[in-house]
């Protein structure tokens, strides 16, 4: 038995208890101003959304100290952990300061648009006074985008390529704002009128985050993978190759679940439109984005 591996691993487990009370230290203090973030968790009236949103949050960090650790040098027990800590602390204020350009580019683009409760949207009042679960699955979207375009980033500069880890996360983040927009289209509107943010902050239906869910979460680790493959000079902006097979996998998961509701509504009339866009039928909407996930698994299985 490597004994060296538990050491590290009690540290590291300590670390990782740490950077969970940082983030909800950081959590309260910026990102949930004017609420009270333990009430909303452990008060007389527990809050879903807000503890979903919670939680996107502590898998963000929690798969930033993994990329950490994976890609730490292993020379020095000693140095390697406050590298690790001062690294992960600095990525977790990165992250807030990004949620919080998340939250303000809501507020730009509903501007004083009120949702189908009579409040102006923001992504605050959906999360603890409306306790809209839809705005927490999509902040929880947002977060697993962000994060992983910051696994792009070698914080160690073992590589020394920089410049094409940088290009590596923008053109992560491009690509989770593609899948947000191509679901959106073709899964809950083929047009613009009910759109994912209108869904998530307007009409707080679930159903249609939790299905982009299962699209994010199969695409950007497929996307991953493939960028472990990259040469040197490559990155996702001079690499149309890495994009073109993206699109034909996304485009098989689009046929293979059209072909799924046509069968259904011949078989048994249930439209999944209906179900996902109109009906907010939540339980749909978490058996979709499993089924789309798990499409896109045979994808990442064949890469690996």
Same mark, same amino acid.
């Given at each position: 038995?490597?004994?060296?591996?538990?050491?590290?691993?009690? &540290?590291?487990?300590?670390?990782?208890?740490?950077?969970?009370?940082?983030?909800?230290?950081? #959590?309260?203090?910026?990102?949930?101003?004017?609420?009270?973030?333990?009430?909303?968790?452990?008060?007389?009236?527990?809050?879903?959304?807000?503890?979903?949103?919670?939680?996107?949050?502590?898998?963000?960090? %929690?798969?930033?100290? #993994?990329?950490?650790?994976?890609?730490?040098?292993?020379?020095?027990?000693?140095?390697?952990?406050? %590298?690790?800590?001062?690294?992960?602390?600095?990525?977790?204020?990165?992250?807030?300061?990004?949620?919080?350009?998340?939250? $303000?580019?809501?507020?730009?683009?509903?501007? +004083?648009?009120?949702?189908?409760?009579?409040?102006?949207?923001?992504?605050? =009042?959906?999360?603890?006074?409306?306790? =809209?679960?839809? /705005? $927490?699955?999509?902040?929880? !979207?947002?977060? *697993?985008?962000?994060?992983?375009?910051?696994?792009?980033?070698?914080?160690? !500069?073992?590589? +020394?390529?920089?410049?094409?880890?940088?290009?590596?996360? @923008?053109?992560?983040?491009?690509?989770? @704002?593609?899948?947000?927009?191509?679901?959106?289209?073709?899964?809950?509107?083929?047009?613009?009128?009910?759109?994912?943010?209108?869904?998530?902050?307007?009409?707080?239906?679930?159903?249609?985050?939790?299905?982009?869910?299962?699209?994010?979460?199969?695409?950007?680790?497929?996307?991953?993978? @493939?960028?472990?493959?990259?040469?040197?000079?490559?990155? *996702?902006? !001079? /690499?149309?190759?890495?994009?073109?097979?993206?699109?034909?996998?996304?485009?098989?998961?689009?046929?293979?679940?059209?072909?799924?509701?046509? &069968?259904?509504?011949?078989?048994?009339?249930?439209?999944?439109?209906?179900?996902?866009?109109? %009906?907010?039928? &939540?339980?749909?909407?978490?058996?979709?984005?499993?089924?789309?996930?798990?499409?896109?698994?045979?994808? @990442? %299985?064949?890469?690996?």
């Amino acid at each position: 038995m490597n004994f060296t591996i538990v050491a590290f691993f009690a &540290v590291y487990a300590a670390l990782g208890i740490l950077m969970l009370i940082v983030w909800w230290l950081i #959590y309260q203090a910026f990102l949930a101003r004017g609420h009270d973030l333990r009430e909303a968790v452990f008060g007389r009236r527990p809050n879903p959304a807000v503890a979903m949103d919670l939680l996107g949050g502590f898998l963000a960090s %929690a798969i930033l100290l #993994y990329a950490l650790i994976s890609l730490s040098p292993r020379s020095s027990f000693r140095l390697n952990v406050p %590298a690790v800590a001062t690294n992960i602390m600095a990525l977790l204020v990165l992250l807030a300061v990004l949620r919080l350009l998340l939250a $303000g580019f809501l507020r730009l683009w509903f501007g +004083g648009h009120r949702d189908a409760q009579g409040d102006i949207i923001s992504l605050n =009042n959906e999360l603890f006074v409306q306790r =809209n679960l839809a /705005s $927490g699955v999509f902040s929880t !979207n947002a977060y *697993m985008i962000l994060v992983a375009g910051l696994m792009q980033l070698d914080l160690f !500069n073992q590589s +020394g390529n920089f410049l094409h880890q940088l290009w590596n996360m @923008l053109g992560v983040w491009l690509l989770g @704002l593609v899948l947000i927009t191509v679901h959106s289209f073709f899964y809950l509107e083929y047009g613009t009128k009910n759109h994912i943010l209108h869904e998530c902050f307007h009409d707080n239906n679930p159903a249609a985050p939790f299905s982009q869910m299962g699209l994010i979460m199969g695409v950007l680790p497929l996307n991953h993978q @493939l960028l472990i493959i990259f040469g040197p000079g490559q990155h *996702m902006f !001079n /690499s149309p190759g890495l994009w073109i097979m993206l699109g034909m996998i996304v485009l098989f998961v689009l046929i293979a679940r059209g072909v799924l509701q046509v &069968v259904l509504w011949v078989t048994v009339r249930i439209n999944l439109r209906h179900e996902l866009v109109i %009906a907010d039928n &939540v339980a749909w909407g978490l058996l979709d984005g499993g089924l789309i996930f798990a499409l896109v698994l045979i994808f @990442l %299985a064949l890469m690996v």
